[in-house]
C-alpha cells in the first residue's frame, strides 16, 4: 500500500512504459522500412524496361525434397505457370540444367510482383500429375535467378 502512495516507484513505473513503448515503436517503424524499400526496389524493376521470365525445369526424382501438389487453384491464381505447365508455353526441351535429372520444360514473361510471388510461393519441389518441377524467375537488371 505504501508503494502506491511513493512518487519515485510511480516514475519508475512511467519510466519502464515509456521504454517499452519506444521499443516497440522502433519495431514497427523498422518493420514498415523493408516493406517501403521492397515496393521502391520492385517499382524500380518494373520500370527498369526488362522483364521478368518464369523458367520450369522438370526433375526425374523428387529426391529428399519436401514436395507440395499443384491443385487447380494454383493455376488460377498464376495463369503463367498455369501456361508453361499445362499450356501454350509448355516446350520441353533436352537441354539439361546441371545435371541429367532436370530438363527446361518451358518459360514465359511475368510481371516483378508475380516473379516475387512465384518465387515466395513455390520455394520447394511441385508435384503435378506424377512429374516434379521446380520454378525458376530471372530479373532481366544484372540477369539474378531469383
Known amino acids: ?14 519510466t519502464a512504459g515509456f521504454i517499452v513503448a519506444c521499443g516497440l515503436a522502433g519495431i514497427v517503424a523498422v518493420a514498415l522500412g523493408f ?43 498464376h495463369p503463367a505457370l498455369d501456361a508453361v ?24 514473361p511475368v510481371s516483378y510482383a508475380e516473379s516475387r510471388a512465384l518465387h515466395d510461393t513455390y520455394d520447394s519441389l511441385m508435384e503435378y500429375e506424377g512429374a516434379y518441377y521446380v520454378v525458376l524467375t530471372t530479373w532481366p537488371s544484372g540477369g539474378e535467378i531469383r
Open 85 to 108: 505447365i499445362r499450356g501454350g508455353e509448355r516446350n520441353p526441351s533436352a537441354w539439361e540444367w546441371g545435371d541429367r535429372g532436370q530438363r527446361v520444360v518451358g518459360g514465359a
Open 1 to 14: 500500500m505504501e508503494e502506491d502512495k511513493n512518487p519515485k516507484s510511480r516514475n519508475q513505473l512511467k
Open 35 to 77: 516493406m517501403l524499400a521492397d515496393v521502391l526496389i520492385v517499382y524500380a524493376h518494373e520500370n527498369s524496361g526488362g522483364q521478368p521470365m518464369l523458367y520450369v525445369m522438370e526433375r526425374a526424382e523428387p529426391g529428399e525434397s519436401a514436395v507440395v501438389s499443384l491443385t487447380e487453384q494454383d493455376f488460377a491464381d
